[in-house]
Structure formats: structure tokens, C-alpha cells
């Protein structure tokens, strides 16, 4: 940039081509329009950085924009001094902003843009519409782009007139804004010692930089810090999550470009996630970082693993980020690979080793941070002979007479393999593909595959040696430590991924989707393998299939820690999106179906194979999409498969056995005892869900439904899930259009009868729900399954359930008319249900009888063997409560003489203290009463003396003397029974007994009273008083004797002077 006052530089700056503002390999995430050089706008903004949320196809975009302005002629006094572009963009008024024009300036040194300026102050690590509209305007149009030399040259062919009046000029035009710094330099210069006077030359803004110089792109790292600050302490609101994404995309782009900035990038984002508050609050309550950060996180780890991994990278840059990693490493904040700050075990990792004591050691391990594999992958390098010829030639093989026998660089084709640590092997793919080789990536991926293949085809030799003592002993040690899928390298995801893009179909518009946000569908082709071998058949399509399959059914135990488990079930639905995107033509059926033969066979490695390890990561959510892959084309391959996967052998109490007769019912409270599994509910969702899926598609065929439903018995533990099979079940067998499927009705209805065996002995809130659901569906199954359940009810429901719910259902006229019964049948059901009615009643007397009653009312003889029932239970288990209830029932049904003798024995039940006015009970007394005086004075006299006995309240009993008083007894009106029509006395049996009681209850309440009265309750009690006045009335000699307890009371009371007071006011 320094001007040495010689000429010679001219040149370079007087070409367009050369000096030609080129696109930044940070470009837009859109390619320019045919035949132009990728324009400079930047990264693309983050969803919502400068996109108007209505912004039709990504017309909000700076790009867009820029193209937009450019077409409408925005653009003008272009000029490039050397290396330096300058122009004006003019915005165009809108209906809230005056037309406003910006000055843009821009430097580039060998097609790169190295410093942008603009007049909008664009507060952004994107470039603004405006510098993109001139960045076009000279790709575009460089015909009308005036050139001249840099201004060192242009000012070394002045003499000393032309530069006084060229300085005196421009200070002129600018004096405002120079002037100070123009007298400044003038010092300066004249100073003979100052330092400006120490250099040769002078710095030229518009003269290129030295062909040593570091050239890149112009990056406002002061922006990318703010933003990634700000996107986190938004904390994952307001689409952070998604920005953040956006800028891991545009590194991953940069580094695709090779674009020197991507690392530089990475490790200004990388600082702001260290310096985040949060992190250090997280380890001192020790608890896990959230979902969505640590998915950042991963990222972030996975993103420095390619860095650290280019190919072409200089030692010292990478000696530099190894620095720098483990100083982040080192940091007590920094978060840990298995997601959380070491409450729990490490996750395992590199272990290849086949053991299952695998827990013994967790403790010893060593720390390992997010940054532990980008650390560990510092140490690899391309240097090896074979692996370079791998990903330089597409027909590296072994020669032919080299192929038999074993090799460790190549299969018995001559192809070669590449025998490393898989996810470290996949992880040197994602490198290649990230840095801009797609070739090279493709490749190696084969390679690998090759090796998988060969893997593959080892173990299943291995295991038919095995096979004999595996099946014997029902379960095996060997598994794979650590799996692929949820690994924190995505191993699988990465080569599916580097293969598919080799054979996608890119849509003519595809620009306008990518920007719009809901993208379609992406669509393949298949793109024959390139390879020494003539005509191998295989495409890259397949080949991403079967290596998908491979990884989704590797035999691997569960990890250890909340977040892997989780990640393990959110990897898998990934990988499992992607593949849908698949359309299975006949090469790829072929291959998916192959595939699954070799997992079905592959014993202990696979985790579809007979013997698995019991804590292997379940395959329901693998086999569910294997499934309905496969059923249109091999449905006995899909069912072989699916019902092999519907195992959970961690939840199985004993080694599991190949006998499906005897199911195991387990409560699926088990996670106490393997607290490893923290996702254990998700996974027994996934497992419902696959045989949801097999009753759906197995519907009407009676032989595939019953293994589907010996699968379900044998390997669901949860009550829950079975009842939602059963439901799902009952719910396809009666669509709303259409006949019923009597093959799945049975279905639901065995699931339904299972779940009321398992849940009829434990809690379960849903109980009474699943008690009225079996009964609609053995409803829709006809009246046989009706009869069935109602004999064999002791083993699916309590006798409360049986009658309350059960029979007074079948009972019901809708179920009579919804079966359209005739009258045997409606005989022969009803029969039953008064069989179960008193089944229940001898059973549970307190809470079944009365329901029993209901039910017997049109069977004379079982009427009364329930009322015996009743009598019977009455004097040991019955509750007062029950009794009152069933005696109004009698009363209600025209048995009143049974009623009274049912409340007869509910007041013996009965103990009404003093003070007890309100109680519940209250209304029964004053019934059962009303009922004894109805029937006559034989009735009341036999209940007064219980009532005595029971009751202590006096204005309860008060209440009963007076209503006794009001008319005349045995106004029912029993046939048979002479009525006087006189009104009773209380001064002759039975109301004296109930005159005195109720005297005697006012006095011995009086005193309980006043021994902890206080003054607010005074006039409370002179009530009280007035009320016992009136009942003593009622005696002979009532006023004698009130007068004497008021006497009484003056006496024993007269320390409370001012009740005794209010007392003499109101009663002399």
C-alpha cells in the first residue's frame, strides 16, 4: 500500500480483469446469474437480520436487493483509482423514507474485497445492498467504469505547480473536513527529525498490496462479535437459535470457498461462546446446559474438527488453533462432550474394544470438553501414501494378480479400503467436503463403505461359529461401545450426506426456493460410482442408502447421560427424515432389500440380529421406516423384521426366551432400576408406535394380526401404551365410512381385556377410562364378548367397576338398541349381569349393593337375595352413610317398611356430639324420623330410642320433636293399619322420652357452652337460650324448671357479669 514515488505500478490497477471487484468466497449463499463471477454480497443475512418478514423468494435479501437497485439504474459516478472503487447508490423513496443517496467505497486486492464503506452506516457482518449493487455494476459493466492509475502515479507525473495547486484544491473542497489534518502533515513534513520523514514513500489507499501480503476478505470482526452476543443472550428467543445456525453455515461456506476468513470466524464466534455468561451459572448450580445451546455447541465442536482437518492447511495455523483449542479446553466453563458438567460419566469414545464391563473405568477417564476432538484431530494428517491415492484417482486398484489372499489396503475386487477409526474416517470426509472437494470426499467415502462391507461380511462369519452358544444363551457381551448415530461427528449422517449431494437434481429455480425458507423436497438421480472396475452396477444413491442402513442398525449399547440418549434418538430421526426424501425404485429396493436380510442375519452386530446385548440402543424407530419401506415389495421381509425389532430386552426380568406363550407383564416402573436410561419413556413410545403400525397395515389378515399381537403381549411392559395400541386399534377396525374389521375389533379387544389384567391390582388414573372403553369395544364386538366379560369379571375389574360402570353399561338401553338384541339374548345378558350383580354385592356389601339392588329390581328372587345381602352386611361392614342411601332407595321403590327398618339400622351406626349442628348426617336423621312417624306410632316409638341414643344435639333434636308434634303419625297409609288422626302428646310415650332428651341435651350443651364462651358470642347464646325456653315449654312443669336452670346458672356463672346481665334483661 506504500507509494516508494517510482512508477512501474501503473499496470496492474489499469486492467479490469485484474482489477475487477471479485466475489468473496464469503459470497451470498445464491449463485449470480450465469457466467458472472460470484458477487460481493457478503454472507447472507440470518433469517431475520435484514429480510422483511413478508419479503416475497428471498426479495429482502442484501443481494436481492443490490440486483435491484442495480437494474433500476441506482448507480452512478463509478470510478476506480487503482485499486480502489468509489460510487453513489440512490435508494428510491418509499412511502415512509425520502429518496436517500449513499457514498460507497470499496478496496480489493486480487479479486478479493478487503475494506467496504458505505453511507448507509450498515451495522451488519453482511455486506449492504448498496456495496452489492456496485460490486455488480463493475462485473457487469466494465466498459462504463472510468479507470485511472493508482494516485501515487497519477501524482509522481505532476511537477511542483501542478501538485501545489492540486493540494491547495483539494483542501479547498474539503477544507471543513482536511484542514486540521492537511496542517498537521505540513508540520510534520517540514520537521526535519519527525517520523513521518523517517519512511521512504508514502502510503497510497488506492495502490494494491504486495504480492506477499496476506490477501482476504473484508470481515467487520468488531460486528460478528456484537451479533453472536447479542444472539446469545437472547437465549434461544426470537429465532437466535436459527441466526447462529446461519452463521455456522456461512463458515462451513467459507471454508468451502477457501476462504481464509472462515477460521478467523470461527474463532471470533468461538470467544463469544466462552465469554458467555451463562456458562459459569450453569456450573455452579450443576445443571445442564439447555437443549437448544448445546445443539450450538455440537456445532461449534463438529465445525473445528474440519478446521483443524484441511487438507491444505500450514502447520503453523494449525500449531496456532491447537493453541488455542486447548486454552478454551483448560477453561473450567468450557462444556463437556456428553453435555453436562460432570454429574454424570463421561461418554465413551474411540473405544473400539468388544467388552461388556465397560462401566468399571468411566471414572478413570479422562476430561473431554467439546474441544477435545478438534484437539485429537490436530494430530492427523494426509500424508499417508495410500490415502492419497484414494482421493486423487477414481481408478486406484490393486493389480489383479495382487487380489488373493488377505489385504489390509484392498478388497478381493482390488478396491481399496480404508481401514480407520469410522467416525475419524468420516469426520476426514466431512473435511474434504467442507474445504471445497467433492471428489476427493466421494472418494474416500466409497472406500470406507468398502471397508464397512468387508467388516460386515467378517462378523457374519464370526457369528455362525458363535451361533450355536448364543442362541443357547439367549443373550450376548458383544456390542459396539461406541455408535454411530447420535456420535458427536455424525458419521453416517456425514457420508450419507457427501453421497447424496453427488446425485441431486438441482431445479431450475432452485434459487428462489432456498431463499423462500419452506423448501421442497430435494430430488435424486442416480450417478453411476466412478471406479476402476468395468461396470460395477452400483450408484452413489445406493451406496448412501445401504451405508444409512448399515449405521441405523449397527448393534451399539445405550450411552451414558441425558443429553447422548437424547442425541442418540434425535440423530436417528434425522438420518430417517432424510431418507424418506428417498423414492425406493427398484435399484434402491434391491439394496434396502439386501440390507435387511444381512442385518436379520448378523447376529450379535447387529441390532436386528437374533441375540443382542441387553442394554443395545432399541431399533423400533429404524424398523418402523424399514417397515413401510419394505411392505409394498417383501411383506413377510417387512414383518420378519419389525417383529424382531419390538424387543426392549433392558426391561425384561430374565434373559430373554423364544417362547411368545407365557407374555411377561411388566409395569414399565422399571427405570428405577436402570437409571442409565433417561429417555426410556420416549423409547417405549417408539416401540408402540412400530406396532401401531404393524395393526394398521396387518388389518383383516387374522394370522399376521395374532403374531403382531403375541409380539405386543410379549415385549410391552406398559399398561398405558397397550390400552393407546388397543385404541388405535379399535379406531382403524370402525372407521366412520365403512363395515367394521371384526379381525382388529378382536385385536383391540384382547389388548383391552390385557390391560384390565394388569392395571386391576395397581394404581392407575386412567382406570375408570379404560373400564368404559373395554366395555364400548366388546360392545362393537357383539353380545358373546358382552356374555364373556361380565362371567370372567373377577379377573378384570373390582365389584364397584363390575356393577357400577360394567353392568349398568351392558344394562343401558342404547347398548340394548346399539346391539339390536332379540329377547333370549337381551334374557341371557341381563341374567348374567344380575349373576355378576351379586357376586359383587357379597363380595364389596358397602359399595356394590345398592348398584346390586338397581340391577335385581326386575328379578324378584335375586331382589331379595340382594336386600339379604344387605340386612346381612349391615351390622358388621356397612357405614351409616351406605345404609341411609339404600334405605331412601327402598323408600323411593315403595318399600318403606324395608326402609325404615334400613334406617333403623343406620342409626345404630350413628354418634351425633353436641356441637355436631351441621353435620352431613343431619338431613338422614330428620328423614329416617319423618319416615318412622308416616308409618305409624309402633314405627316412631322403636325409633326414638335410637335416636336418643345416637343423638346429643339438642337444636337437632328440637327439630325431630317438633316436626313429631305438627301432625298426626301414620299418615303413609299402610294397608291393613287403623289411623287415629290424633295429634300426640309430649307428656306420654314415646315424645316424652324425646321431650327429655332434648331438655336434658339444652342444659348439658348450656354448660359446655359457657365453660369457654367469649363476649363476642353473648347474644349467640341468649338465642340459644330463647330456643331451650320454648322446648322446656312443652313439658308440664316446663316454666317451673327453666326458671330453676336460670336460677342455676345466675349461681354457678356469676363471676360472667355481663352475660348474667343479659340473661336477667331477657329471662327476669
Not at 288422626?981 to 321431650?995: C, V
Request: contains cysteine.
Amino acid at each position: 500500500m506504500y507509494s516508494s514515488f517510482q512508477p512501474g505500478r501503473a499496470a496492474a490497477a489499469a486492467s479490469p480483469a485484474s482489477a475487477a471487484a471479485g466475489g468473496p468466497s464469503a459470497a451470498a449463499a445464491v449463485p449470480a446469474p450465469a457466467g458472472e463471477e460470484s458477487p460481493a454480497a457478503g454472507p447472507p443475512p440470518p433469517a431475520a437480520a435484514a429480510a422483511p418478514a413478508a419479503a416475497p423468494q428471498g426479495e429482502g435479501l442484501p443481494f436481492r436487493r443490490g440486483i435491484r437497485l442495480l437494474e433500476t439504474g441506482a448507480v452512478d459516478n463509478v470510478l476506480q483509482v487503482g485499486f480502489h472503487l468509489s460510487g453513489t447508490v440512490t435508494e428510491p423513496a418509499t412511502a415512509t423514507e425520502p429518496e436517500m443517496t449513499y457514498k460507497v467505497a470499496i478496496s480489493f486486492d486480487r479479486c478479493k474485497i478487503t475494506s467496504v464503506t458505505c453511507g448507509c452506516g450498515n451495522k451488519d457482518i453482511f455486506y449492504c445492498a448498496h456495496v452489492v449493487a456496485l460490486s455488480l455494476y463493475r462485473i457487469r459493466k466494465p466498459d462504463q467504469v472510468k479507470l485511472r492509475l493508482p494516485i501515487s502515479e497519477t501524482l509522481f507525473q505532476m511537477n511542483r505547480d501542478q501538485l501545489q495547486k492540486f493540494v491547495q484544491y483539494l483542501i479547498t473542497a474539503h477544507h471543513t473536513e482536511v484542514l486540521p489534518t492537511a496542517q498537521k502533515l505540513a508540520d510534520e513534513i517540514l520537521s526535519s527529525n519527525s517520523e513521518i520523514n523517517q519512511v521512504h514513500g508514502a502510503p497510497d489507499p488506492t495502490a494494491g498490496a504486495s504480492i506477499d501480503d496476506e490477501n482476504c476478505w473484508h470481515l467487520d470482526e468488531e460486528q460478528v462479535r456484537e451479533q453472536v452476543k447479542l444472539f446469545l443472550s437472547q437465549g434461544g428467543y426470537y429465532g437466535s437459535g436459527k441466526q447462529l445456525n446461519s452463521m455456522f453455515a456461512k463458515v462451513r461456506e467459507m471454508l468451502r470457498m477457501r476462504d481464509s476468513n472462515g477460521a478467523r470466524m470461527l474463532t471470533l464466534i468461538t470467544e463469544q461462546f466462552m465469554a458467555d455468561p451463562r456458562l459459569s451459572l450453569w456450573r455452579q448450580q450443576g445443571t445442564g446446559i439447555t437443549e437448544k445451546c448445546r445443539q450450538l455447541w455440537d456445532e461449534l465442536g463438529a465445525l473445528w474438527v474440519c478446521v483443524v482437518l484441511n487438507p491444505h492447511c500450514k502447520l503453523e495455523e494449525k500449531s496456532c488453533w491447537l493453541r488455542q483449542l486447548r486454552k478454551w479446553g483448560e477453561m473450567d466453563v468450557c462444556p463437556l462432550e456428553d453435555g453436562n458438567y460432570g454429574n454424570e460419566l463421561p461418554n465413551i469414545t474411540n473405544a473400539l474394544t468388544q467388552s461388556s464391563g465397560h462401566s468399571q473405568d468411566s471414572l478413570a477417564r479422562p476430561r473431554r470438553t467439546v474441544f477435545t476432538r478438534a484437539i485429537e484431530g490436530c494430530d492427523l494428517h494426509w500424508q499417508d501414501s495410500h490415502l492419497q491415492r484414494i482421493i486423487s484417482s477414481d481408478f486406484y486398484m490393486s493389480p489383479s494378480y495382487q487380489r488373493e489372499g488377505e489385504s489390509l489396503l484392498f478388497n478381493s475386487q482390488g478396491q481399496p479400503l480404508w481401514l480407520e477409526h469410522v467416525p475419524t474416517a468420516c469426520a476426514r470426509v466431512d473435511a474434504l467436503r467442507s474445504h471445497g472437494y467433492p471428489r476427493e470426499a466421494l472418494r474416500l467415502t466409497v472406500a470406507i463403505i468398502n471397508t464397512l462391507r468387508l467388516q460386515q461380511q467378517r462378523q457374519l462369519e464370526i457369528y455362525k461359529h458363535q451361533k450355536k452358544e448364543l442362541l443357547q444363551r439367549g443373550a450376548t457381551t458383544i456390542t459396539n461401545l461406541e455408535g454411530w448415530v447420535g456420535h458427536p461427528l455424525n458419521p453416517i449422517g456425514c457420508l450419507f450426506l457427501t453421497l447424496t449431494e453427488a446425485c441431486r437434481l438441482e431445479e431450475e429455480n432452485c434459487l428462489e426456493i432456498s431463499d423462500a425458507g419452506d423448501s421442497k423436497p430435494p430430488v435424486y438421480q442416480h450417478v453411476p460410482v466412478a471406479t476402476g472396475s468395468q461396470d460395477s452396477g452400483e450408484s452413489y444413491l445406493s451406496l448412501a442408502l445401504e451405508v444409512a442402513l448399515m449405521g441405523m442398525g449397527q448393534q451399539r449399547v445405550m450411552p451414558e447421560g441425558l443429553y447422548a440418549q437424547d442425541k442418540v434418538c434425535r440423530n436417528e430421526e434425522q438420518i430417517i427424515a432424510r431418507l424418506q426424501d428417498l423414492e425406493l425404485d427398484p435399484v434402491l429396493v434391491q439394496t434396502l432389500r439386501k440390507q435387511c436380510v444381512l442385518l436379520l442375519e448378523g447376529g450379535p452386530f447387529s441390532g436386528l440380529g437374533e441375540v443382542i446385548h441387553r442394554e443395545s440402543v432399541p431399533m423400533h424407530t429404524f424398523a418402523k421406516y424399514l417397515f413401510s419401506a419394505l411392505l409394498p415389495h417383501d411383506a413377510d421381509l417387512a414383518y420378519k423384521l419389525a417383529l424382531r425389532a419390538m424387543r426392549l430386552p433392558v426391561l425384561e426380568t430374565t434373559a430373554p426366551s423364544g417362547d411368545v406363550t407365557h407374555p411377561h407383564h411388566l409395569v414399565s416402573v422399571v427405570p428405577s432400576r436402570y437409571p442409565r436410561w433417561f429417555t426410556l419413556g420416549h423409547l417405549e413410545s417408539q416401540q408402540c408406535e412400530l406396532a401401531s403400525t404393524m395393526l394398521t397395515a396387518a388389518k383383516g389378515d387374522m394370522l399376521r394380526l395374532r403374531t403382531v399381537l403375541e409380539a405386543i403381549q410379549k415385549n410391552i411392559h406398559s399398561s398405558s401404551l397397550i390400552f393407546k395400541l388397543a385404541q388405535d386399534a379399535f379406531k382403524i377396525a370402525t372407521p366412520a365410512d365403512s363395515n367394521s374389521d371384526t379381525t382388529l375389533l378382536n385385536v383391540a379387544l384382547e389388548l383391552g381385556l390385557q390391560v384390565m389384567r394388569m392395571t386391576l391390582s395397581t394404581l392407575n388414573w386412567r382406570r375408570r377410562e379404560m373400564v368404559r372403553w373395554l366395555v364400548t369395544c366388546a360392545t362393537e364386538v357383539g353380545v358373546r364378548a358382552l356374555v364373556s366379560i361380565l362371567q370372567s369379571w373377577y379377573s378384570l375389574f373390582t365389584p364397584t367397576e363390575a356393577t357400577s360402570i360394567v353392568a349398568a353399561t351392558v344394562m343401558s338401553h342404547n347398548t340394548i338398541l346399539r346391539l339390536s338384541l332379540d329377547y333370549p339374548q337381551r334374557e341371557e345378558l341381563a341374567s348374567c349381569a344380575r349373576t355378576l350383580a351379586l357376586q359383587c354385592a357379597m363380595k364389596d356389601p358397602q359399595n356394590c349393593a345398592l348398584s346390586a339392588l338397581t340391577l335385581c329390581e326386575k328379578d324378584h328372587i335375586a331382589f331379595e337375595t340382594a336386600y339379604q345381602i344387605v340386612i346381612d352386611a349391615a351390622s358388621t361392614g356397612m357405614t351409616y352413610t351406605q345404609l341411609f342411601t339404600i334405605a331412601r332407595y327402598m323408600e323411593h321403590r315403595g318399600y318403606p317398611l324395608r326402609a325404615f327398618k334400613l334406617a333403623s339400622l343406620a342409626m345404630t351406626h350413628l354418634n351425633l356430639a353436641y356441637n355436631q349442628d351441621t353435620h352431613p348426617a343431619i338431613n338422614d336423621v330428620l328423614w329416617a324420623c319423618a319416615l318412622s312417624h308416616s308409618l305409624g306410632k309402633n314405627e316412631l316409638a322403636a325409633i326414638i330410642p335410637l335416636v336418643v341414643k345416637s343423638v346429643h344435639c339438642a337444636t337437632v333434636l328440637s327439630d325431630i320433636l317438633r316436626r313429631c308434634t305438627m301432625t298426626a303419625p301414620g299418615l303413609a297409609g299402610i294397608p291393613g293399619r287403623r289411623n287415629s288422626g290424633k295429634l300426640m302428646s309430649t307428656d306420654k310415650a314415646p315424645l316424652r322420652q324425646l321431650l327429655d332428651a332434648t331438655i336434658s341435651a339444652y342444659i348439658n350443651t348450656t354448660h359446655s357452652r359457657l365453660t369457654h364462651i367469649s363476649p363476642r358470642h353473648y347474644g349467640e347464646f341468649i338465642e340459644f337460650l330463647s330456643k331451650a325456653r320454648e322446648t322446656f315449654l312443652l313439658a308440664q312443669d316446663g316454666h317451673i324448671q327453666f326458671a330453676q336452670f336460670i336460677d342455676n346458672l345466675k349461681q354457678i356463672y356469676k363471676g360472667k357479669k355481663k352475660l348474667m346481665l343479659l340473661v336477667r334483661e331477657r329471662f327476669g
